[in-house]
């Protein structure tokens, strides 16, 4: 029933941000014009709405369905509520990667559009083999992969720094506002990558259900029962980082969305993960589409960033779970 009323939300959500917009579509003209297709006869309804509203709102969903399942995955191997791609490194990486590219991306022999977010995901892969590496010299435990993240977090972020000190005032605007995070990038051929890599890990994810749920029992308890906690961390980690690449590679960074959309989920489904890192996934497309919405809302001529929105509205829901766990502790 949560899962219905989940998806219910994200339908009513994914309507709205078709129907928004500065183009001044109704909701009867944005239905007309889903039901005529990309080749109706309202050819700038259905050029507005295929072509530039159904791209962003797609990416929307299928970058907010990465990030809430991976920021589940990673709470549950780390056993830490805080624990996100995004306070983790991963997005710094992929940060770090597209201001290399923005800078630089003239010396490579492929196009801008494509080496941007080409060195974002190599960046973000990066960052998960340093982490691991760090990690299996110190036995791969929970706490060090932790702070090896912390570690990967401020080396990216310094590198990223850097760069923005040394670009010029046009290459640094740039930089900037990819780091802002927006969907308005995204275009059919990044939601085809990016939804194929969602849909490559799942298959992954769903395997390992039970080890994960099994896991929130405890280390100690998870290993008497035979799992192999080592070998599933590690596998889960990489998952992480593909689906994070995946998500951050074309949008920049979204902040918040991996961390607040597995409280979400766990809160209304509880630890088990055959019904968690679904709504953990359906919660994190709603929170992403839910951020688009509401930047339409309150700027309808120059659409906010949808990451400036997330990180805004994380900030609360982080201080949020911090006094929970801290109120829990003993």
């Known amino acids: 029933m949560i899962l219905g009323l989940a998806s219910a939300a994200l339908v009513v959500l994914v309507v709205l941000d078709l129907s928004l917009g500065p183009s001044g579509l109704t909701l009867s003209e944005v239905g007309r014009a ?12 259905a050029t507005i709405l295929w072509k530039l509203r159904m791209p962003q709102t797609a990416m929307g969903v299928a970058v907010g369905c990465s990030l809430g399942l991976a920021g589940l995955q990673m709470q549950t191997i780390l ?12 997005s710094a990486a992929a940060g770090f990667g597209a201001a290399l590219a923005i800078m630089f991306g003239a010396f490579f022999p492929i196009p801008g559009v494509v080496v941007v977010p080409v060195l974002a995901f190599t960046m973000t892969l990066l960052a998960c083999v340093l982490v ?6 110190r036995g791969g435990t929970s706490e060090v992969l932790v702070l090896a993240g912390i570690a990967i977090l401020f080396f990216f972020q310094s590198l990223q720094s850097l760069l923005q000190y040394l670009a010029s005032p046009e290459v640094l605007q740039q930089i900037v506002f990819w780091l802002f995070g927006s969907l308005l990038k995204a275009n059919w051929s990044s939601v085809a990558v990016t939804t194929g890599i969602f849909l490559v890990c799942l298959p992954f994810v769903v395997r390992d259900v039970w080890s994960l749920t099994t896991l929130r029992l405890g280390e100690a308890n998870a290993a008497s029962l035979g799992l192999p906690v080592a070998a599933l961390r590690y596998r889960a980690f990489t998952l992480v980082a593909l689906l994070t690449a995946g998500a951050v590679s074309f949008v920049g960074t979204i902040g918040f969305v991996g961390l607040i959309a597995p409280h979400l989920a766990r809160s209304l489904a509880g630890e088990d993960h055959r019904f968690s890192l679904p709504l953990a996934a359906i919660m994190g497309a709603v929170c992403l589409i839910g951020a688009s919405v509401f930047g339409k809302l ?25 006094m929970r766990k801290g109120g829990t502790s003993p």
Request: hydrophobic fraction near 55%.
């Open 34 to 45: 889903l039901v005529a297709g990309p080749h109706g006869e309202d050819r700038m309804a």
């Open 79 to 90: 056993d830490n509520s805080l624990a996100s791609p995004f306070t983790l490194g991963f």
């Open 132 to 137: 691991h590496l760090v990690a299996r010299t």
């Open 298 to 322: 309150i700027s309808p001529g120059a659409v906010i960033p949808v990451g400036i929105i997330t990180a805004v509205a994380g900030i609360p829901m982080l201080l949020v779970v911090i």
